[in-house]
């Protein structure tokens, strides 16, 4: 806690610096989970001065499809938007047979948020040394909470054709763009938006699983900052990929951060059809 208040102690310096004239500031699993999540908002208020708040997981999931609206395909009728994050992730599905709209979140037919993240998840099984055997534990857990989901097959006759497909965003899927590209180091202008068939996929997921945790740390997309986390983070997609398989994957490099942006300016009348932008600092 005192580590997580000293950097927002910086944050808030700086948006003091930058005269921020409006802000929005989330918190999310973290602190929805926290035994002490409100203590630690109350904190951070009376030592920073930032507001945060604590949203729900339906505003989560809300937000995220917001901020990665833009990178659905116009001619898809259906897709699955999903954000690994650390203690959770946050599904989303899209139903786009009656025409595409500004606001993405409008498509939402169902959503869920499972209590379980790449750092929940490499804590519960380990995240150095993965057998195979102890992966597939890994996704069948996970399968095992998607399939709890009641809204699950609200797009079962899309799922698996041309007109159906997934769209994630985490740490988890950036890592296996930047692998594929063979980046010697992270680039988001390369990786947001890019497109990946479902055998690229599966090759990328085979390829990580089988390399030792050293090779994983060796690796420039990865590092050691994730080289524990990034197996969980794929036997959370794996499990996504097999309740909802895709021809592609196409991999967002944004999320929350934009999807609040969206909202702010949808809120402060400027995100319309035409509107003029007007001269306004947000964060």
């Not at 116009?74 to 599904?91: N, T, W, Y």
């Not at 030792?212 to 996504?240: H, K, M, Q, Y």
């Not at 990929?241 to 009348?269: S, Y």
Request: with cysteine; charged share 25%.
């Amino acid at each position: 806690m005192d580590r997580a208040v000293a950097a927002l102690t910086i944050c808030s310096q700086k948006l003091a610096a930058r005269q921020v004239a409006g802000a929005r500031l989330i918190a999310t699993e973290a602190c929805r989970a926290a035994a002490n999540g409100e203590e630690f908002i109350e904190r951070v208020k009376r030592e920073t001065g930032l507001d945060l708040e604590i949203v729900s997981r339906e505003s989560e999931a809300r937000l995220a499809v917001s901020g990665c609206g833009s990178l659905v395909d116009r001619a898809a009728k259906g897709a699955v938007l999903f954000d690994i994050g650390g203690g959770s992730s946050e599904i989303a599905l899209l139903d786009l047979r009656q025409g595409y709209s500004r606001r993405l979140s409008n498509h939402i037919v169902a959503w869920t948020s499972l209590p379980v993240g790449v750092v929940s998840l490499a804590e519960h099984y380990g995240g150095r040394d993965v057998t195979p055997a102890l992966f597939e534990t890994m996704i069948a857990s996970v399968v095992a909470r998607i399939e709890s989901f009641e809204g699950r097959d609200k797009l079962a006759d899309l799922v698996g054709t041309g007109d159906f497909h997934l769209l994630g965003t985490s740490g988890t899927v950036t890592t296996l763009a930047g692998v594929h590209l063979n980046l010697e180091r992270y680039d988001r202008r390369q990786v947001d938006g890019l497109w990946l068939t479902n055998d690229e996929v599966s090759e990328l997921v085979a390829r990580i699983a089988g390399w030792s945790f050293e090779e994983r740390v060796a690796n420039p997309c990865i590092g050691s900052d994730r080289a524990d986390l990034v197996l969980a983070g794929c036997a959370i997609l794996e499990a996504i990929r097999r309740v909802w398989p895709a021809p592609r994957l196409r991999v967002a490099d944004r999320g929350l951060r934009e999807g609040l942006l969206t909202e702010m300016m949808v809120a402060d009348g400027v995100w319309r059809k035409g509107a003029p932008v007007r001269q306004k600092v947000l964060a």
